[in-house]
């Protein structure tokens, strides 16, 4: 059996890394070696997941820098006998080891608009096209875990900036919503200043770690951005509306 | 092994990423100056430098279309009557933002390694909500797609000789694709064509505007290596008219003499 | 009681999978205070995990397709025993319940025509599974979340509940712990609806995350409620065998609906070597009928790879112990050799995801390994039909942590459409309960600090007993003896060895803190786990006879006898079971003559 060195951080915010040796077997990911870690030599290790299968985004961390999910991360991908650092998501305030306060995120979901969508048609269908939602379809695959929002430096960096962003993981709950074929909410309701899109400079750390391989930034960001162009910013429309007196 | 709390990396710089961070932002940024000082050199040069094949065969895409008024003093160079709008629309291009806030602002410079700046308001403010123009300057860089297209066709065809082709011709229409492929690419283009509809089942046009936008998400997937291939042609392409028109190199082509 | 954080509400909801979320969303539109609690974080629940759709009677692609379909298909499903009017209701209303969460967002394929596309599923005769892909549940619960957050109900996330507080014989609030800090918090309600989820934590190979340790079928049988079919236990037929580390993980039933077909080690289709004579007029017999139904549903029959669950996880078990089995000890699950890689990988993301990143398998290639695993529990509190209303006053429930809608076996896609009609119910009966109550009813505080003391036990005794050891040990012994082919003296011996367990338990010693620490949190939940598997145990040793979930090779055929009666169970204030039979109720004529074809 291999065994993994790991580097785990243990503890609040004044913490420290303690060394483990762990034994593992072929195919395990780096949860499963977490879970025999607390199961022979820690037991009071926390750790957060649910599903250990990629679909309920609990079990986020950093592992050597880099957010993850822990479920997804085969052992394998580390060469053996290499040290494998496993941190909390910093960005947000650790609860203890490996698990974090996420409920600022919560709150980011909460200030989102509601979808209000038009009345059904006369037989009580809403008919809608799949290429009217396959849009909105990619963006429902998010699994909340918060990588975005943890790799995202608007806020990584500039803890202060929390106020005023609603982060990656939200700018795609808004282009959903923004985009549902039958929503009636205003154009403006969805690209409103109050949710920072303008913090965001499309470096794209987002999109490389969605663990959904979402395109958070070119299908979800940048449409929103533009949109924001078509309301403030379109030469042609501004003129446009001029002409008409409209808007 | 007990470490403080800054472990936990509130320093500049510091990450537990393990592997070459910075690598990517080193070499994006170092391409990057390659061509602005080699495009300053070249366009601010212009009159000094010929840009120009005789009868026009080869004309540098720097100054495409060739604006000339009579009342400029001779050392101005035309490539600045035409530059802005290429410069803007790469400036303010999706990719490059991200290119170069990551380079040179280190904003951040990699993913999950700490940015420097002790502050930082992204595209709200001055200079950076000028980011907003960059749908003015995809409306230019519209029409810059047929000049170039034609600057490129000309090519094909030398005053008292006829149809021929040249290195020069091959350069400037592969030049003309990618700088289409890049444009096409555009995610304000994308947007613009259709981004900003919500039922595209509704009308026939909106289907077609539906799949336009399916091809153009075709090139904006790929708009990093279209925006780097484009970036290096061009200046190849300007470097060989020169070399050309200075009669530094022959330009091997099936017209009878030199050109 | 001055060491208690209190809350007081109307309806507290315990529970925040797709029919947790469903009461609360019901009880609070219905104006009663509400709140809801899980022990995870709110939208992680185990409702994500379900894949292939949620089945009503649309009729969308099959205009064939109505609630008497459905629910014969259910019922029979179940082997006749599910409560006839959770079934009807359940098909009747699974339609406006999909149409609502399209209200409130979601996004299923589509039909041509714009309509919601169905999936075909085991033991459903016409395509009727409303689909996202192969991510239903996860679609299901961020709709519903979404929806919870819009009304501005009082979420408590990472928050275990460990008893329901009783005034008299009637419900009065609920105990429980803060994950993060250990910290007691005391609900006072007027009524709770119980939406605890499964199970199947107690069994070593399971497709359940580690929330599925039976608390809510534990705190109803501590509060007095009767318990039903707590002996059907559902081994789902697909679950992956390999590598170790994932086995149990769910392989949804979707990749058979989409064409995919099950292969013993040889290559053959064994599964037209098992079609029970039940479902034999309508299961193809050749493997070119069933080939042929995936397309032509008037002249084909459907492929016996969609028999009902239990039918297929009996075959797969019977290969595997034939010697006919994979490598890793399952069967094959071949896609690749009969759709084109686009369509698996449109129709298919996640498992394609799934197989590609944990197993290394490309299913557009390979075949997949699968084999059974444990994955819903059929049984479970009794519950009134229209309210949800459990024999202890202000007590509802709903979803798997109630018993009688699916009778001895559940078909797939019956689970999701559970959740939303019947979560709707018994948020509306618990509100109406509350509704109709002057005040919140009285406190027993010894009741509450009596859980104050058994929580701290773990931390003072000199035991020398790790709570994951005995989980372990626990999970083994009842995946060995009480597990798909159950006897009479294996599972005596599941007894003795939960007694052995439980005295065991008593000296459990955890370390560290009361800040999120995963070992005593275990360590609480092992006494749930032991009662739930005592109840499963005692259930399936009443049961002599083979039905649906429940198969025993002392008694393998089924039974008339026990056609007609649950199995009950009890448990009481001192911790002694009862178990009982009780007659089905009956079923009236007009539905009975659904039947008669047969
Ligand atoms: S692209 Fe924008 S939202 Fe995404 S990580 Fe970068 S700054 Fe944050
Ligand atoms: S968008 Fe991707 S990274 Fe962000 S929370 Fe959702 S799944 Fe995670
Ligand atoms: S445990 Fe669910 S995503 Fe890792
Ligand atoms: S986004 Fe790059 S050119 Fe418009």
Sequence with gaps: MPTAHLRVWRGTDDGEYVEYEVEYDEGMVVLDVVHRLQATQTPDLAVRWNCKAGKCGSCSAEINGKPRLQCMQRMELYPEGETITLAPLKTFPIIRDLVTNVAWNYDQARAMPELRLRPADADGNRRMAQIDIDRGQEFHKCIECYICQDVCHVIRDHPENMAGFAGPRFFVQLASIAMHPLDTNTRRATVDHGFGLDYCNITKCCTDVCPEGIHITDNAIIPLKERRVDEFHDPLRIIARKLTGRG | ?259 | ?598
């Design chain 2, 1 to 259: 092994m007990a470490q403080a709390s800054t472990a936990l990396e509130r320093r500049y710089g510091d990450t537990q990423r393990t592997d070459r961070w910075w690598l990517e932002p080193l070499l994006v940024g170092s391409g990057l100056l390659i061509f602005v000082v080699y495009s300053t050199v070249s366009g601010v040069l212009g009159e000094y430098w010929a840009f120009e094949t005789e009868h026009g065969l080869y004309l540098s895409p720097f100054f495409e279309p060739l604006i000339h008024p009579e009342f400029l003093p001779d050392w101005f160079s035309p490539a600045i009557l035409i530059l802005w709008a290429p410069i803007g629309f790469r400036t303010t291009c999706y990719y490059y933002r991200r290119a170069y806030y990551r380079a040179y602002f280190l904003s951040p410079p990699a993913c999950a390694v700490r940015e420097p700046a002790g502050s930082y308001s992204g595209e709200g403010v001055f200079p950076f909500v000028l980011q907003n123009a960059h749908r003015w300057f995809m409306y230019v860089a519209l029409l810059f797609i047929p000049i170039l297209w034609n600057g490129a066709i000309r090519s094909f065809w030398l005053d008292g000789e006829g149809i021929g082709i040249g290195l020069g011709s091959v350069l400037l229409t592969v030049n003309a694709a990618l700088l289409t492929m890049y444009t096409i690419g555009c995610h304000s283009l994308r947007h613009w064509v259709a981004g900003g509809l919500n039922q595209f089942s509704r009308t026939p046009l909106r289907r077609l505007r539906r799949r336009l936008w399916e091809i153009f998400t075709i090139a904006n997937e790929h708009h990093r290596l279209w925006a780097w291939t484009s970036l290096i042609i061009v200046g190849v392409t300007d470097l060989y008219v020169h070399l050309v028109a200075s009669e530094v190199v022959t330009d091997p082509n099936t017209w009878s003499g030199p050109i």
């Design chain 3, 1 to 598: 009681m001055a060491d208690f954080e209190t809350h007081e509400f109307d309806v507290l909801v315990i529970g925040a999978g797709g029919a947790g979320l469903r009461a609360a969303i019901e009880s609070a539109v219905l104006g009663q205070r509400t709140a809801i609690v899980c022990k995870s974080l709110l939208g992680k629940a185990h409702t994500v995990m379900a894949e292939g759709g949620i089945a009503a009677a649309l009729s969308n692609v099959y205009s064939e397709d109505n609630w008497r379909v459905h629910f014969r298909d259910t019922m029979r499903g179940g082997k006749m025993l599910n409560n006839w009017r959770m079934a009807q209701l359940h098909a009747q209303e699974a339609p406006d319940r999909v149409r609502e969460l399209e209200e409130w967002g979601a996004l299923f394929d589509r039909t041509e025509d714009g309509r919601i596309l169905q999936r075909d599923f085991g033991g459903h005769r016409y395509a009727r599974l409303a689909h996202v892909g192969d991510r239903t549940g996860l679609e299901m619960i961020r709709t519903l979340q979404q929806r919870l957050v819009a009304l501005g109900v009082d979420v408590f996330q990472e928050l275990t509940v460990t008893r329901l507080l009783t005034d008299g014989d009637r419900i009065a609030g609920a105990v429980g712990y803060w994950r993060d800090s250990g910290r007691l918090v005391l609900f006072r309600a007027k009524a709770v609806v119980l939406a605890t989820g499964g199970l199947g934590k107690i069994w070593a190979i399971t497709s359940n995350s580690w929330e599925g340790t039976g608390d809510g079928h534990a705190l109803a049988m501590y509060a007095g409620a009767d318990m039903i079919d707590m002996e059907f236990v559902q081994f789902h037929p697909t679950g992956m065998v390999w590598p170790p580390s994932v086995r149990g993980i769910l392989v949804t039933e979707g990749v058979r609906g989409d064409g995919g077909t099950l292969r013993n080690q040889s290559g053959e289709r064994f599964m037209f070597r098992y079609i029970p004579p039940m479902f034999a007029a309508e299961t193809a017999d050749s493997e070119e009928e069933a080939d042929r139904w995936y397309d032509d549903r008037q002249h084909a029959r459907r492929t016996p790879d969609l028999l009902p669950r239990d039918e297929v996880a009996r075959a797969i078990n019977a290969e595997v112990r034939a010697g006919r089995g994979s490598p890793h000890g399952g069967v094959f699950l071949d896609i690749a050799s009969r759709r084109p890689a686009e369509y698996i990988k449109r129709r298919l993301p996640s498992m394609y995801h799934q197989f590609k990143e944990l197993a290394g398998v490309d299913i557009t290639r390979e075949p997949m390994e699968v084999g059974p695993t444990c994955h819903y529990a059929m049984g479970g509190m009794r519950v009134d039909a229209e309210t949800g209303a459990s024999n202890v006053a202000g007590l509802y429930g709903a979803g798997e942590v109630t018993g009688g809608m699916h009778g001895s076996n559940r078909l797939g896609g019956n689970s999701l459409s559970d959740l939303v009609v019947f979560g709707r119910r018994a948020g509306m009966g618990a509100a109406q309960h509350a509704a109709g109550l002057q005040a919140v009813p009285a406190l027993d505080s010894s009741q509450a600090s009596a859980c104050d003391e058994s929580m701290e036990a773990p931390f003072r005794g000199d035991g020398k007993e790790n709570p994951y050891t005995l989980h372990r040990e626990l999970q083994d012994l009842m995946q060995v003896n009480v597990g798909i082919i159950r006897t009479d003296s294996d599972m005596r011996a599941a007894l003795a060895g939960i007694a052995g367990l439980r005295e065991r338990a008593t000296r459990v010693k955890v370390e560290g803190g009361a800040a999120y620490n995963p070992g005593w949190h275990l360590a609480i939940d092992l006494g749930h786990m032991l009662t739930v598997a005592e109840a499963a145990t005692r259930s399936a040793l009443e049961r002599k006879e083979s039905r649906g979930g429940h198969t025993r090779d002392d008694f393998p055929n089924a039974s008339g006898e026990f056609a007609k009666v649950n199995v009950v169970v009890r448990r009481a204030a001192d911790g002694a079971f009862s178990v009982s039979q009780e007659s089905l109720p009956a079923m009236p004529a007009e539905l009975q003559r659904l039947f008669e074809e047969d």
